[in-house]
């Protein structure tokens, strides 16, 4: 069982920043996929970044340039800097993991608001 347990969320002008975290437990964290995907207002939840347990990141085009995801093995989290926010990035944003075995588990979510 992983337990995840995200922060970072909040509300932020066009043009600005936010790190999300996410902290895993319950796992070899460096064992882990970990994604970010986030689902607006009447939107399918979609994919916004990956990490593969050897580092391979993977961004949607629309957030790639501005948004860079890392991870810290040792603090056992997983990083989402969000730079040059723009209003469509508006979103309740999730952490996602996978297991070599191929459970998967989810966060509770963080809402990330951008004004105009």
């Known amino acids: 069982q992983v337990q995840l347990l995200e922060s970072g969320g909040g509300l932020v002008q066009a043009g600005g920043s936010l790190r999300l975290s996410c902290a895993a437990s319950?796992?070899?964290?460096?064992?882990?996929?970990i994604a970010w995907y986030r689902q607006a207002p009447g939107k399918q939840r979609e994919l916004v970044a990956s990490?593969?347990?050897?580092?391979?990141?993977a961004y949607a085009p629309s957030v790639k340039g501005r948004f860079t995801i890392s991870r810290d093995n040792a603090k056992n989290t997983v990083y989402l800097q969000m730079d040059s926010l723009k209003p469509e990035d508006t979103a309740v944003y999730y952490c996602?993991?996978?297991?070599?075995?191929?459970?998967?588990?989810w966060g509770q979510g963080t809402q990330v608001t951008v004004s105009s």
């Open positions: 996602y993991v996978q297991s070599p075995y191929g459970t998967t588990y």
């Open positions: 319950g796992s070899t964290f460096s064992n882990l996929y």
């Open positions: 990490i593969t347990r050897g580092g391979t990141t």
